[in-house]
T-cell receptor
């Protein structure tokens, strides 16, 4: 089992471009969480998804950010029209159920906006 | 609202010395508290959780509801303990616990030889 896979590991985008971050959960995991870590800060919850459903998006910025977890394929965090303030490390975690049993983090994607 | 505070960004000790990483929280209900660790170039992983009352790699943490603290302690630090440590809290939504975690800012522990 390869664990939670995030790609790319590093992503550089110019201001105004779109960033797409992918998270492939562990086999058998149908719950995905996205977190953002800004420089000098801890991880902050963004969104919680189950297959084809957004359960809790209370941590998502109101504009430009969206997330999906389709029936097939990885979960995608999409940031439109990126700005310098979006530069951060984005982590996802997956679990087989609602609780923390088997909760596993990916290695993260470091987004740099130039 | 729930909040986790780790007052020390950096902590340095010598090998064999005791170490304590501080964590304070605010939460209106009954919290579940965790410590996560991230070693260099590795992913974040669970170190211990308060409900288990266990000792992992010599580390222990006791939940003190009166002081709203969950400090991580080890009596004799080792060089391989050098890492980033995060305290985290899990709350509930609609009476149900799920995997949404609130993290502190993290403490970088360096253990010198």
């Amino acid at each position: 089992n390869a664990g939670v896979m995030q790609n790319p590991r590093h992503l550089v985008r110019r201001r105004g471009q779109e960033a797409r971050l992918r998270c492939s959960p562990m086999k058998g995991h149908s719950h995905v969480y996205w977190y953002r870590q800004l420089p000098e800060e801890g991880l902050k919850f963004m969104v919680y998804l189950q297959k084809e459903n957004i359960i809790d998006e209370s941590g998502m910025p109101k504009e430009r950010f969206s997330a999906e977890f389709p029936k097939e394929g990885p979960s995608i965090l999409r940031i439109q029209q990126v700005v310098r303030g979006d530069s951060a490390a984005y982590f996802c975690a997956s679990s087989p159920g609602m609780g923390l049993l088997g909760y596993t983090f990916g290695s993260g994607t470091r987004l740099t906006v130039v | 609202a729930q909040r986790v505070t780790q007052p020390e960004k950096l902590l340095s000790v010598f090998k064999g010395a005791p170490v304590e990483l501080k964590c304070n929280y605010s939460y209106s209900g009954s919290p579940e508290l965790f410590w996560y660790v991230q070693y260099s170039r590795q992913r974040l992983q669970l170190l211990l959780r308060h409900i288990s009352r266990e000792s992992i790699k010599g580390f222990t943490a006791d939940l003190n509801k009166g002081e709203t603290s969950f400090h991580l302690k080890k009596p004799f630090a080792q060089e391989e303990d050098s890492a980033m440590y995060y305290c985290a809290l899990r709350g509930k939504m609609g009476g149900t616990s799920y995997g949404k975690l609130t993290f502190g800012q993290g403490t970088i522990l360096t253990v010198h030889p």
